[in-house]
């Protein structure tokens, strides 16, 4: 055999028992409910506060760009890629001045390499800022 031959053997062997690199999960449609939170600080642990201590600094990373999440009670995040039918930017007024709050969405989830992306259809309900942390955590680097 020559050893093109071989090669070409192998990747076929190799593609076939291999999974795909690129499988994800099929969207599928689901209710999220949960804190906003921008994504870099959550994740990061670089600004600890929460809910209303954390409420300013939210609303200007959210403004500059970073990613604006949805944390669950358990602790699990769905980053939101597009809400209803903006495609621009997640950074737009509706979202940015409720972050931190409490909020039920209803939208279409996928799943890739252990991130869940979240792309928003409607907001079921607001409860506003339900974690009134700011007397125990008074951090808020950009005022009130």
Not at 64 to 76: E, M, N, R
Request: glycine fraction near 6%; charged fraction near 20%.
């Amino acid at each position: 055999m020559r050893p093109a031959t071989i090669l070409a053997a192998a990747f076929l062997a190799a593609a076939t028992l291999s999974p795909p690199a690129l499988a994800q999960s099929p969207a599928q449609r689901v209710q999220v409910k949960g804190e906003l939170v921008d994504t870099w600080c959550s994740v990061t642990g670089i600004m600890f506060a929460a809910g209303t201590a954390h409420h300013q600094c939210a609303v200007w990373c959210a403004v500059g760009g970073i990613p604006i999440s949805i944390k669950t009670a358990d602790g699990a995040y769905y980053m939101v890629l597009r809400i209803a039918d903006d495609d621009h930017s997640v950074a737009r007024k509706p979202f940015v001045k409720i972050q931190t709050h409490e909020v039920s969405v209803d939208g279409e989830l996928i799943e890739r390499d252990g991130v869940k992306y979240l792309f928003v259809s409607e907001v079921l309900d607001d409860a506003g800022i339900v974690d009134l942390t700011h007397e125990q955590n008074p951090i808020s680097p950009f005022g009130e």
